[in-house]
């Protein structure tokens, strides 16, 4: 259940509105303005209101260029509040990736705003869900570009590389089931923040064909216009391109089987390492049920689920398998419950300006202090599994264990999976 609004920070006046969940309907004006009300009357005061509490709710409020308050209702699962500021900021920034800063700051522009900010419904649901079912993809919550690991994409980046020239651009990627597997030395070039919006904002999209949309560079290119244009190779296979009006869209369709049709039966096996989304050559521990590896150098991330099958020793009533869905929402739970709890909470080169006036602190360890002293792991054992925090130079490791495991095998067969995964450099290189 979320629910998410946005109100003018001088008079208070509702543009926008986007529930999930439970909440079916908008909330009534009143509501509204009784919520904006008690932010803009602590302002008054020389306080900062930046969050509510009750047993069942979580509220935030946040402030942006003191033009905009984003309002955010979600359910309180007593998880750290960087988890819902970032989510307010990720929504921030694909407003002004879709609408621009020069009209978000534009005085007396409170109807054209309202105009404009329904098309960016689509990007804002996919955040306030928060989950991906079908693709498992996690950026939005790691603000990490997520990747499938996959060998011998060299054929891939050679075709890319065709592609861009006939594009006559320099900006690239390759997403399988949402996740890059290879591009453009330029595309990483961009920030952590702008990988995961274009991403996700493709993603979220309707699947069609091809398309072209215009779209802003929050950071790169604020107050100039940019063309994103993705084609559908194959399904769940798309190539997107930043790049000028020409050439037309129409060239592009036509030049894209030409150049790509030599490795289709490339794109077809490595598609179909979902949801595993690493090579089937690297044979992790049969207890294993998901795991997710983040390269924080280069902010990239893979989400690997394991694909489990019942054991034939026990009866079904017994023994449940996860599902796909639920092994999501046990990884990323996992990621809410360590992350500003116990690990710090470290956000990558974000862009001040894309960031709440009155923000909470980067970390705050809550009730926990460890002083000087930083952990470096964690583990947690549950009735339904267990779970291994490893953070180890520029990797940081999560992994989520069937119950059966013992717990002093946690420790090194965590250990022996992350030296697994980094012996190859399998990660997109930037």
């Not at 003191?66 to 694909?94: E, G, P, Y």
């Not at 960016?120 to 079912?133: G, P």
């Not at 011998?152 to 980046?157: F, K, N, Q, R, V």
Request: charge should be neutral.
């Amino acid at each position: 259940m979320a629910y998410f609004a946005v109100v003018t920070a001088d008079g208070g006046v509702p543009i926008f509105q986007q529930s999930t969940g439970e909440i079916k309907s908008k909330l009534p004006f009143a509501t509204v303005g009784a919520l904006n009300g008690i932010h803009m009357y602590s302002r008054l005061q020389d306080a900062e209101l930046k969050r509510a509490i009750t047993p069942e709710e979580k509220i935030l409020w946040r402030e942006y260029h003191k033009r905009l308050v984003l309002i955010l209702i979600t359910k309180n699962d007593s998880f750290h509040d960087c988890h819902m500021s970032n989510l307010l900021d990720n929504m921030f920034a694909a407003i002004a990736m879709i609408i621009g800063f020069d009209l978000i700051l534009k005085q007396g522009e409170v109807m054209r705003l309202q105009k404009a900010l329904t098309n960016c419904s689509c990007l804002i649901n996919y955040f306030l869900e928060q989950i991906d079912l079908e693709k498992g993809n996690i950026g939005d919550l790691t603000r990490t570009t997520d990747c499938m690991l996959a060998p011998e994409t060299h054929i891939l980046m050679e075709c890319l590389t065709k592609f861009l020239h006939v594009a006559d651009s320099l900006y690239g990627c390759l997403l399988i089931k949402g996740k890059v597997i290879v591009a453009s030395k330029e595309w990483w070039t961009l920030t952590s923040q702008e990988k995961v919006l274009l991403c996700a904002y493709v993603n979220c999209l309707p699947k069609v064909l091809s398309r072209e949309s215009v779209i802003f560079l929050p950071t790169s290119s604020p107050h100039s216009t940019n063309r994103l244009v993705t084609l559908h190779l194959l399904r769940d296979v798309e190539v997107c391109v930043l790049c000028s009006a020409e050439p037309p869209l129409s060239v592009l369709e036509d030049e894209a089987p030409k150049v790509w049709r030599e490795c289709f039966d490339v794109l077809k096996v490595i598609a179909n390492l979902h949801p595993r989304n690493i090579p089937s050559t690297f044979q992790f521990d049969e207890n294993i049920q998901s795991l997710l590896l983040i390269n924080t150098e280069t902010n990239q991330s893979v989400c690997s689920f394991i694909p489990l099958k019942p054991d034939p020793s026990e009866s079904s009533e017994t023994t449940k398998v996860p599902n796909l869905q639920e092994q999501q929402e046990a990884i990323r739970t996992l990621y809410k419950l360590v992350i500003g709890t116990y690990f710090k909470n470290k956000n990558p080169n974000m862009d001040p300006k894309l960031r709440a006036d009155n923000t909470c602190p980067i970390f705050d360890y809550g009730e926990i202090e460890f002083k000087n002293s930083e952990p470096q792991e964690f583990y947690m054992s549950l009735k339904e599994n267990k779970c291994y925090v490893l953070q180890q130079s520029n990797f940081h490791l999560y992994i989520v264990f069937n119950a059966k495991i013992p717990t002093f095998a946690l420790r090194p067969i965590s250990h022996k999976t992350l030296k697994l995964l980094t012996e190859k450099r399998l990660f997109p290189q930037t």
